[in-house]
């Protein structure tokens, strides 16, 4: 994953015209040590990032990694140590938390998502509901936290959307459009949101049916008619504690937009020991 644009940006958007404080506090020559600490339990991610930020701004800077990404640490877990120019330490300080405490926060709560989820055979997979200009890093997080990526931008893979349909004019034209111009190789994924969209959407033979915005007696309803003809994908308003009773009707795929576009960061903070 090439980050280095990213960190580019946010050390520009932080450190631009100089830090007023920490420069004509210390000089070249003073030295510090500090700590990067978890405050809670947390999965962690994002950790390559960080690191990169420091020697970014610094490469004479010393970084002892003790954990890597996807790791569950406890509060009070020292994850980096670091030491050189003091100026450099706090020069790099925010960028690198902003960025772990972010990306820990969805490797988190996805870990979460996916705890409950796996009882039932059931995958969980995030959206493109991502922090624009941030997806990879976004969902390269949820993997961290043991999901799944839905598509990573919208040459990835077909999805016709409720827009789509209305503009075109049915499901039954949609699909067959595109079944005469995409690859044979690509499959075509249809949003549903009633019984007899997903009956449409299986007349064409669509290869993914999502059952968007339904209630779990509707799910299993078209559960029943879909059978093993199409991949069943759960998505809308699925939060951590309405998540069980859509996993109990076992789709093969939950989509959970709130994994990347509600994010609490996680707390970790940098002290100069």
Known sequence: MNFNEIIKKALEE????????????FDEKHKSTAKIIAKQNMVLCGCDVAKEVFLTVDKTLKIKQLHKDGDFVVSGTM??????????????ERTALNFLQRLSGIATKTR???????????????????????????????????????RMNLADSVLIKDNHIKACGSISKAVKTLQA??????????ETKTITEVKQALGVKAD??????????????????????AIVEVSGGITLENLEQFAKTKPNVISVGALTHSVTS????????
């Open 112 to 150: 979460k998502f996916v705890k409950v989820a796996k009882k039932y055979g059931v995958k969980i997979c995030d959206t493109r509901k991502s922090m624009p200009g941030f997806r990879y890093l976004d969902k390269y997080a949820v993997r961290c936290g043991g999901g799944f990526n839905h």
């Open 181 to 190: 111009k995409v690859p044979h190789t690509a499959k075509i994924e249809v």
């Open 14 to 25: 932080d450190l631009g015209l100089g830090d007023v404080t920490t420069d004509n506090l």
């Open 266 to 273: 996680s707390d970790l903070n940098l002290n100069i020991v």
């Open 208 to 229: 993914i049916i999502m059952l968007d915005n339904m209630t779990p007696k509707q799910i299993l309803r078209a559960k029943k008619i879909i059978g093993k003809k």
């Open 79 to 92: 994850v980096f140590q670091i030491s050189g120019k003091t100026k450099s330490i706090l020069h790099a």
